[in-house]
């Protein structure tokens, strides 16, 4: 528990806001966030798919390697990296112990080690794909590709509005503590600060939801003056919004640099385990 | 007699309100669980899966359907997508099983200021929504794995080590971040939440048509997405062998491990159950708190 303190002191709420404001907007003139939203999906649909159905070391290490690449490229910030080694090195630490304890030994390392790259390769191809485009852009390619339109919406919305809801939650959370009496001992292991702040994290929703949800009328109307349900019927208003979307030259280079990539990769793969 | 009949109808803008509140508060709390650490006491884990008693009691104040489907795209575009831990395909199953599961459990409640309805239908939300990703978690091993029925046993040890999580999830998370919130915030917005976008509150004099959502075009698009989504599934994960080890693990501990948990779980149900009972009795119509 000591190390979570520690941890949450270095990690603020404020912290987490700007990173996710920066992951939305920050990066918009990297190389990856110049592409058309079509042609980054058209990638993720082989990288973030074809990874599951490989099975040779070599591919997936070169994948591996074109994927910490592409990640850089698209200048994601250090939370996300974060909780995505969290999440991969918790899951497969667990699973490797596991198997360890109960006579697993050696040879399970590298079917962990082959799982383990295989999820880091989809989450990064999900984090390049997603965190380089800026909200706007990324629900104007889904509505092109023909996603709904609340959902496209919704994208958009999200990216904007968490930062402030993040701020809002996390005033009434700190309302609450300083009008509550914490816990005077921590008890077994914790427990008792532990069900303190399950609880006030609970309990702090119910403000939250009337807000949220006046705020939510202002949107709505804010939408309906500017004809949102309109345009969501007319497909004239659809063509207008997206014209603007065309394939360049820098998408043909991408897609067929990644192609040529992976065709080596094959190749490669095909010699070595020959 | 015509307006006991009257549907609850809303208009396009109201939809609309009912499923971005739905979105950005679920979307919110999957933010806020996601960041919180989870507790492994070997088969038991210790965590908080998700609040689920968000989209459950917006489905019991507002139109269920709407929400439901609001909350479950909540989750996909903040907990997945800008956490970049999109997963594919495989995505749509969750969608699809979350949105039912809060869907039905809005649909149960005909009255929100009725106490036992809406407890009835904050666990039956939860217990279907366990049920349907517990089925799918033992159908990618009895159908995607072929050679694991090579093994004795390991079918039966799978749907133990399934069950087992099932209750885990349904009597902890369930009653803890399911039940007791919702039957305290359900009473306590109702009749207040609804002026705030515009609309009346739900009463039972109000019906909603089923046959008006579920149009035939969207039942069959969603059989066949449900499909395609539980292929998807067994597809990606066919050689994931997640759960050998798991059957390994509990083989070795002993079954007796499960009767802990299970009782565990069982004693903390007890005595909520008994807490709320008596805070029921002692303090007549006041609320009951957490």
Redesign the interface.
């Known amino acids: 528990m000591e190390y979570?303190r520690k941890l949450m002191d270095r990690v603020s709420v404020e912290g987490v806001k700007i990173e996710?404001l920066n992951?939305a907007y920050g990066n918009g003139n990297t190389f990856l966030a110049k592409l058309d939203p079509r042609t980054l999906f058209l990638w993720y649909l082989y990288f973030?798919?074809a990874p599951?159905?490989i099975?040779s070391e070599v591919l997936l290490l070169g994948m591996f390697l074109l994927l910490v690449v592409t990640t850089m490229m698209s200048r994601?910030s250090p939370l996300?990296i974060g909780?995505?080694c969290l999440?991969l090195l918790s899951q497969a630490g667990?699973?490797f112990i596991?198997?360890w304890l109960?006579?697993?030994g050696g040879e399970t390392i590298l079917?962990l080690l082959k799982?383990t790259m295989k999820l880091s390769v989809?989450?990064?191809a999900?984090?390049t794909v997603?965190?380089s485009m800026d909200p706007e852009k990324l629900s104007d390619g889904l509505l092109r590709i023909g996603v709904p339109k609340?959902?496209s919406f919704?994208?958009a919305?999200?990216?904007r509005?968490?930062p402030s809801?993040?701020e809002e939650?996390h005033h009434i959370f700190l309302s609450f503590r300083l009008r509550g009496v914490a816990p005077r001992r921590h008890g077994l292991l914790y427990w008792r600060s532990i069900v303190y702040f399950?609880?006030i994290?609970?309990?702090s929703?119910?403000p939250?939801?009337?807000s949220?949800?006046?705020r939510?009328?202002t949107?709505?109307?804010a939408?309906?003056a500017k004809g949102?349900?309109y345009a969501y019927h007319s497909p004239e208003a659809k063509r207008i919004k997206l014209s603007y979307m065309k394939f360049t030259a820098r998408d043909a280079v991408f897609l067929l640099g990644s192609g040529l990539y992976v065709v080596l990769l094959h190749v490669l793969a095909a010699q070595i385990s020959i | 007699m015509a307006q006991l009949k009257q549907r609850y109808v809303l208009t396009?803008?109201q939809k609309?309100?009912v499923?971005?509140?739905s979105?950005?508060?679920y979307?919110?709390?999957n933010?806020?669980t996601?960041l919180i650490?989870s507790i492994?006491l070997g088969p038991i884990e210790l965590s908080?899966e998700y609040?689920a008693?968000?989209p459950l009691?917006l489905c019991i104040l507002f139109h269920p359907f709407y929400a439901a489907v609001?909350a479950a795209?909540?989750e996909v575009?903040?907990g997945e997508?800008?956490?970049?831990?999109?997963?594919?395909?495989g995505e749509l199953e969750k969608f699809i099983g979350f949105s039912l599961a809060m869907f039905i459990a809005g649909t149960l409640v005909n009255d929100p200021r009725n106490r036992r309805q809406v407890g009835v239908a904050a666990m039956m939300g939860v217990i279907i929504h366990q049920f349907i990703s517990c089925a799918v978690d033992i159908g990618k091993v009895w159908i995607g794995v072929e050679e694991f029925e090579a093994v004795p046993g390991l079918a039966q040890s799978v749907v133990v080590v399934e069950g087992v999580a099932f209750l885990n999830d349904v009597l902890f998370s369930g009653i803890?971040?399911a039940l007791l919130?919702t039957l305290?915030?359900v009473p306590?917005?109702y009749g207040?939440?609804e002026p705030?976008?515009?609309m009346k509150p739900r009463n039972n004099k109000m019906k909603y048509s089923l046959g008006e959502i579920m149009a035939p075009r969207l039942i069959v698009v969603s059989v066949i997405l449900a499909v395609l989504a539980a292929l998807a599934e067994f597809?990606?994960?066919s050689?994931?062998?997640?759960v050998e080890?798991?059957a390994?693990?509990l083989e070795?501990i002993g079954s007796w491990f499960i009767w802990v948990s299970i009782g565990a779980a069982a004693a903390v149900a007890c005595l909520t159950i008994w807490l709320l009972v008596r805070r029921g009795k002692r303090s007549g119509t006041a609320g009951t708190g957490?």
Do not use: N
């Open positions: 979570v996710l992951t973030g798919i599951w159905f099975h994601v996300i909780i995505l999440g667990y699973l596991v198997s109960f006579g697993g079917p799982l989809i989450s990064m999900s984090i997603f965190c609340q959902v919704g994208i919305y999200g990216y509005m968490l809801l993040v939650y399950l609880k994290a609970v309990l929703f119910y939250l939801i009337l949220i949800a006046k939510t009328r949107t709505v109307e939408l309906e949102f349900s | 396009q803008s609309m309100m499923f971005i509140l979105m950005s508060l979307g919110l709390s933010m806020i996601e650490p492994r908080v609040f008693f968000i009691t609001g795209l909540g575009i903040f997508i800008m956490l970049g831990q999109f997963g594919g395909l803890l971040f919130p305290y915030l306590r917005l207040k939440i705030l976008l515009g597809l990606a994960e050689d994931m062998a997640l080890w798991d390994d693990f070795s957490i």
